[in-house]
C-alpha cells in the first residue's frame, strides 16, 4: 500500500493557495484490488482512472484476465471504483473533487465483450445517473463523470449502445466519425508520439513534433492522453511543456509530485 501521507498534506496546501488544478493531470492505470485505494488516489487529488474490465456471470469485474477460480477475490467495478467516485460526486456537492468542475474519466479498458459490458453498466448506472454524462432525448447531461470504453469499435458499438459511455479514440481517429461528446479523448502511446526514450534531452525536431501532434488534437476539440509512458522526469517534462491533458502511470505519487512541483516553481 502506498504512503500517501504526506503528499496528502502537500496537495491540501496546494489547494488553499490556488494551485490544485493542473494542466497536465495524472491519469491512475494501476487496477484497484478495493475501494480503499481509490480513495487514496482521491485523496491526493487525482480524479482520472483506467481500469481493466471484464464481464463474469453476469457481473463487471476488475480484472485483464478470467480468474482462476470461482471464488475469486477480484473487485466488482461498482464498489471498486463507482461507488467511492458516486460518495465524492454527493459529498462535495456534485463536485468528484473539490474546487474542480471539470470532467473526470473512467476508462474502461475491455478485451472481451464490449457489448455485455456496455448492457452492465446501463443497468448499473441508473442509480447513479446525476454524476454521469450521458446522453437522454437527443441532449447530452452534463455530468461530472464520464466513462469511456477501450475496445474494438469496428461493427461492435453504435450511438444508441453509447447514449451512458462514450469511447477513446486512437491517432488515427481525428476524423472519426463520432462526435467530440462521443469520442472527447485521443489515447497516443508515448512510442507513437515519439521515437525518444526518455532518456536525456530530447532533440528539438522531436520536441516540436510531439508539440504539432498534440496541437493537432486540441485543435480537434479533444483532450489528449499519453500512455505507457517512461518513468522519468525528463519524459514527464516533456508532455507537460507540450501541453499534454494526461499522462497515464502506475507510479502516481511521483508524478504528482512532480507536477505540482514544476506547476508551483
Known amino acids: 500500500m502506498i504512503r500517501y501521507g504526506l503528499l496528502f498534506l502537500f496537495v491540501c496546501m496546494l489547494f488553499s493557495t490556488g494551485f490544485a488544478q493542473l494542466k497536465t493531470e495524472v491519469l491512475c492505470t494501476q487496477n484497484a484490488e478495493n475501494s ?17 474490465v471484464m464481464p463474469i456471470y453476469g457481473e463487471l469485474y476488475v480484472t485483464p484476465t478470467m480468474p482462476d477460480s470461482a471464488n475469486h477475490v477480484k473487485p466488482t467495478l461498482r464498489d471498486a471504483y463507482l461507488l467511492p467516485l458516486f460518495n465524492q460526486f454527493k459529498k462535495n456537492n456534485g463536485n468528484i ?15 472481451y465483450e464490449p457489448q455485455t459490458v456496455v448492457r452492465l453498466l446501463r443497468r448499473q448506472l441508473r442509480t447513479m445517473q446525476d454524476m454521469f454524462v450521458f ?4 441532449k447530452w447531461h452534463p455530468g461530472k463523470l464520464q466513462i469511456l470504453i477501450k475496445a474494438p469499435l469496428d461493427g461492435l458499438l453504435n450511438h444508441e449502445q453509447l447514449i451512458l459511455t462514450g469511447v477513446v479514440g486512437s491517432g488515427d481517429d481525428l476524423s472519426s466519425y463520432f462526435p467530440i461528446e462521443v469520442m472527447p479523448l485521443i489515447e497516443l502511446p508515448f512510442s507513437d508520439l515519439t521515437t525518444w526514450n526518455g532518456i536525456g534531452n530530447i532533440a528539438f525536431e522531436e520536441y516540436l513534433s510531439v508539440k504539432k501532434k498534440v496541437a493537432e488534437i486540441h485543435q480537434s476539440g479533444r483532450k489528449v492522453y499519453v500512455s505507457k509512458c517512461p518513468t522519468r522526469d525528463e519524459a514527464w517534462d516533456v508532455l507537460q511543456k507540450a501541453e499534454v491533458d494526461f499522462i497515464g502511470t502506475n507510479q502516481v505519487e511521483e508524478l504528482v509530485q512532480y507536477l505540482t512541483k514544476n506547476t508551483t516553481e
Do not use: C, M, N, R
Not at 480503499?36 to 481493466?52: K, N, T
Not at 468542475?101 to 475491455?110: K, R, V
Open 97 to 111: 473533487i473539490p474546487q474542480h468542475t471539470d470532467i473526470s474519466y473512467l476508462i474502461l479498458d475491455i478485451g
Open 36 to 52: 480503499s485505494e481509490v480513495w487514496e488516489i482521491l485523496s491526493i487529488g487525482v480524479h482520472q482512472f483506467e481500469a481493466d
Open 135 to 138: 446522453k437522454a432525448d437527443g
